[in-house]
């Protein structure tokens, strides 16, 4: 036991302690001072903003700050040409170390394509909504004779028709042919003094026609009981309108304005 705290004690074993703890520090100042150099310990590249710019264009800019650059995805966005990059990541002016990937998403240049919808029957306004949902333009309007004001007809693409389903790109143009709220047909006018507003109603609807306006007299105070007086287009044999035409009818309570 002596022998081994005086071996402790000794000269030899303290210088060689002294040399182990001076190769230990040694190793763990130059691993530390490698690690500094190799990660560049405080040093950072700002990201420059490539966005706007062509693919073409980033490599020579990349490399001579030391930086990467991959394409990882692409979209289509009609507002910028092809080839050009629209998303980056990392993003502009973020700090980074050498070496570090810009990733990239670019413009396509080709739209893709989407089904074209059925529009037919439905309105004008839920016609705009389902074509803005495809990614499609609303082009010119025109009109035939029909019924069903502002409902949609025919859809055309580049002067035809084109059926549901069909594959076209995203972005193009639909012209709508609409209804005009008007038939095609001749209906006689129907007489509707002496009866009541709903009652006027009942029979334009019979008729293919609609209410224009509706003018109520000083003496109304009840107008479900008001009776019609006069009316414009008048009643006669001959008198005709389109179907979907308007009939202006004016109502009173005072029965000595109907005519016998």
């Known amino acids: 036991m002596k022998d081994v705290t005086a071996f402790f004690r000794s000269k030899l074993f303290l210088i060689n302690l002294a040399i182990a703890a001076a190769v230990i520090s040694a190793i763990f100042w130059f691993t530390y001072l490698w690690l500094d150099n190799y990660t560049k310990h405080g040093e950072n ?4 903003d490539l966005r706007g710019m062509k693919v073409k264009q980033v490599d020579s800019l990349v490399s001579n ?23 980056q990541d990392p993003l502009p002016r973020a700090n980074v170390k050498e070496h ?4 990239l998403t670019v413009n396509s240049g080709i739209p893709p394509k989407v089904q074209m919808p059925n529009l037919i029957d439905v309105s004008l306004r839920q016609a705009e909504a389902i074509l803005q949902t495809y990614g499609l333009m609303v082009g010119e309007f025109s009109y035939r004779h029909d019924l069903a004001k502002n409902a949609v007809l025919e859809q055309k693409f580049r002067g035809r028709d084109i059926k549901p389903g069909t594959l076209i790109s995203r972005g193009s143009i639909i012209n709508l042919v609409l209804g ?5 047909g001749k209906v006689e006018v129907p007489s509707l003094i002496g009866l ?19 003018i109520f007299d000083e003496t109304v105070r009840d107008s479900a009981n008001a009776i019609i007086y006069k009316q414009f287009p008048l009643p006669s044999d001959s008198a005709t309108v389109n179907e979907g035409e308007t009939i202006d009818i004016y109502l009173t309570h005072k029965t000595s304005k109907i005519p016998d």
């Open 45 to 48: 590249i700002s990201v420059p």
């Open 65 to 87: 700050l030391h930086l990467q650059f991959a394409v990882v995805d692409s979209v289509y966005l009609p507002d910028y040409s092809r080839g050009t990059i629209v998303e």
């Open 100 to 103: 570090r990937t810009i990733y």
């Open 180 to 184: 005009d709220g008007i038939g095609a």
């Open 196 to 214: 009541t507003k709903s009652e006027a109603l009942f029979v334009l609807k019979g008729s293919s026609l609609n209410a224009g306006a509706v």
